[in-house]
């Protein structure tokens, strides 16, 4: 009888052991299937993310020039003094791209000011018969940082036509600047540099960054000047020397500023039909390239820069009618990767964990506060992880939702 009672215990412990592990199972898979399929099911709040990185870079703002305080070290908390005038121009474009859908009324005006306070610092300059513009913040202007320039001053302008009420001049220099660096090849060159007082182009090949950057900032334009001529003729001509060039020259940099430029041509309702069918032939066979050689994630690195390229060729893809299922998985494992490296209460226990140079005392800085990081084991931070990540996040709601 001892023994049937003993067992009896025995087994209704074993019983109460088991429901215990299948109810703890269970629950722990449906909450972590349910997160899984929120976010699949677009109920990751991008917005939220794409304003804090925004208001982020705000508060990096320095007044002198309308431009940002560049990096961030958390462990030290202090600023390298670095500084990278493409990166700059950049997060002025990232913040024109966020536009009045992510920023408030008092943030719009801010990033007007911004790029008012350049393009005061900018002066016009006879070249060839024609006006250019260059900045004079820095010894050498380099294409990159004015062709973002110019893009985000083409997207302020779809805001604001007041703004370029003010600053037609300027801005027809711009674009005039970055005609002047095409070279007979089709390329762009990459400087505008001073030489004896005066201003020489630097006839380099480009590093692709910037030919890529120059295409994105024409097609940009483009939507506002559909029959420019002398743009599209431009355009046309560099993308034959892409074509030239074979896929074994073609480099990566100019992977996400090529898939921007493609849905800004592809997106633009005012150009015909073959126009635009030509631009994506070359923009789709550097896709599908760029498929076997760029890494579009890895577990705890940023990879928002390649992750917008990507994100940008969705956009074009849907509005070609195709489903991109491909890419559309890549997009969605990146971006739940990127999006625990932003610097906010709800990655703190994740990043703190794993980061042990970060200071608990720094996290709430405002020079770090929804900042990204470039990796999770980096305690620096800088303008061009949000800039990349502030894109790449704003198309979410129109890919996945």
């Not at 577990?299 to 299922?325: D, F, P, R, V, W």
Request: proline share 0%.
């Amino acid at each position: 009888m001892r023994i049937n009672a003993l067992l009896s215990k025995l087994f209704l412990v074993l019983l109460v052991t088991l429901f215990l592990f299948f109810f703890a199972y269970f629950a722990y898979n449906l909450y972590f299937k349910n997160s899984s399929t929120n976010q699949q099911n677009g109920k990751l709040n991008s917005d939220d993310i794409v304003q804090k990185a925004s208001s982020f870079l705000l508060n990096r703002k320095t007044y002198a020039t309308g431009l940002f305080v560049y990096d961030y070290n958390l462990k030290t908390g202090k600023t390298e003094m670095k500084d990278n005038i493409v990166r700059q121009m950049g997060a002025l474009y990232a913040l024109a791209i966020a536009g009045d859908d992510h920023l408030d009324q008092k943030q719009m005006q801010e990033l007007k000011d911004s790029l008012q306070k350049v393009l005061d610092y900018s002066e016009l300059v006879e070249k060839d018969g024609r006006k250019i513009l260059l900045y004079k913040y820095y010894d050498s202007n380099i294409a990159g940082a004015l062709a973002l320039l110019f893009a985000a001053s083409q997207l302020y302008v779809s805001y604001d036509k007041t703004f370029l009420v003010k600053n037609e001049n300027k801005l027809e220099a711009l674009k005039n600047t970055l005609l002047y660096l095409k070279k007979t090849n089709g390329d762009y060159s990459s400087f505008i540099s001073k030489k004896d007082g005066r201003d020489e182009i630097e006839q380099n090949m480009s590093d692709g960054y910037s030919t890529g950057e120059i295409l994105n900032a024409f097609a940009i334009y483009l939507k506002n000047n559909p029959d420019d001529m002398a743009v599209k003729k431009a355009v046309l001509y560099t993308l034959k020397m892409l074509e030239k060039r074979g896929l074994e020259n073609r480099y990566q940099g100019i992977y996400l500023w090529l898939m921007s430029f493609g849905y800004q041509i592809y997106s633009n309702e005012k150009l015909d039909k073959e126009f635009k069918e030509k631009v994506f032939a070359v923009v789709e066979e550097y896709h599908k390239h760029a498929l076997n050689y760029l890494k579009f994630y890895k577990e705890g690195y940023n990879s928002c820069a390649h992750t917008e390229g990507l994100a940008m060729y969705i956009k074009s893809a849907k509005l070609q009618g195709k489903k991109a299922e491909k890419e559309l998985a890549i997009y969605k494992k990146s971006i739940s990767i990127n999006k625990r490296l932003q610097i906010n209460k709800e990655n703190k226990e994740y990043i703190l964990s794993s980061n042990h140079d970060i200071k608990e005392e720094f996290y709430n800085n405002k020079y770090a506060l929804y900042a990204f990081l470039d990796n999770i084991k980096n305690a620096g931070t800088r303008i061009d992880y949000a800039q990349h990540c502030i894109v790449a996040f704003w198309a979410y709601k129109n890919i996945v939702e």
